[in-house]
């Protein structure tokens, strides 16, 4: 799904309590002033909930600052997932990865290390490669993944699968072990490859062993990666293997009714409930438990602006910590002085806008802080 800037009739007395502390949160140096207040404890749990951190992967845009850390970690989020274009990071197919921006992505993983954080690197193309992307960023001025005009997908003659295996050996010669690496995320929302993916997604893996056997890695689903039709688009990716045994499989879930995260229709519209997002991760959670293998939820969100989905996401995460599942919420918007004069500033999806915390950080504070939910028992971290 192509990111864009992008009511609970009756508050429960917990989510009172939580939604009252978002008055107390900190926020960074550079988006408006907020009281200051002692951190709460680090959640001990072994099934953390963390955040996208988005921009990186458009033409115009930067890594998150040391701001935009701190305040991350102040609320007690460790784990960072950051969304990469490929075009950027290499801009010909078999060429050399560009050394500025790897510099930055490397900088910024040690930054989040130094901080004891995690950082997911996440290849943000949808299983395609723009072969046009410097033509469009000088005709347009900008270029964002999967919307080229020369968008070609993997496996095709302009992007064999021998590019991709490429991108990922240099990708993980380049990154292994920085302090602050957890994961390499091999492709985000993959879509439209037919049969072709499971094989697609084990030349990456094979690339990545042959120079990294520690670094965990984070295979998507194709059509999206969606949890709820998972089986049926992807009941044979478990064929993938690792030989360091270091793999989850990677979905994706929102709530509004086509599963798109733009939600155009009010909750009671879509017909939504507050068991909506439990029930439609199960497939890909009863998939991960038929084949013995470990999972993670990329994405999932919900709008600010309207209370009622906050008990969607707070049952969700429950169903999910519960089976050992951690995830990464979309979205933190931070903004750059080379954004787009047209980029919207307020994203009713993210965790703050202009300086102030939006309602769902409230729900993430629950999910990771020592009063949250307790880890489950007899599962092993995801997060080591």
Known sequence: MMKTAKTLPLFSMTCLVF?????????????????????????PAAVPIGINMSEAEYSWGSFPSAADL?????????????????????????????????????????????????????????????IKWAADLAANGVATPNTGSGESIIGSTAVPTSAFADLWTKLATSLKGTVGLGYYGIMNEPYDMGTTWPA??????????????????????????????????????????????KMLFEAHLYFDANGSGTYPQTYAAQGATPTWGVERVQPFLTWLTQHHVKGFIGEFGVPGNDPLWLPVLDNFLSAIQAAGVSGTYWNYAFHSPSDPSWWPVNDPMSIINNGQANPQMGILLKHNTASGPPAPTGLTAIVQ
Request: zero cysteines.
């Open 19 to 43: 939604l009252l502390a978002l008055s107390y949160l900190v926020t960074p140096a550079h988006a408006g002033p907020l009281a200051e207040v002692t951190a709460l404890t680090p959640n």
């Open 70 to 130: 701190a305040y991350i970690k102040s609320n007690n989020i460790t784990l960072i997932r950051l969304p990469i274009a490929w075009e950027r990071a290499q801009p010909t197919l078999f060429g050399a990865l560009n050394s500025a921006y790897i510099s930055g992505l490397r900088a910024f993983i040690a930054a989040a290390g130094s901080q004891g954080m995690t950082v997911i690197v996440d290849v943000h193309d949808y299983g395609r490669y723009n």
């Open 200 to 245: 697609i997604a084990q030349a990456a893996v094979t690339a990545i062993r042959s120079v990294d056997m520690n670094t965990q890695i984070l295979v998507p689903g194709t059509q999206w990666s969606s949890a709820f039709w998972w089986p049926r688009d992807n009941g044979t990716l478990y064929t993938v293997t690792d030989p360091a045994n």
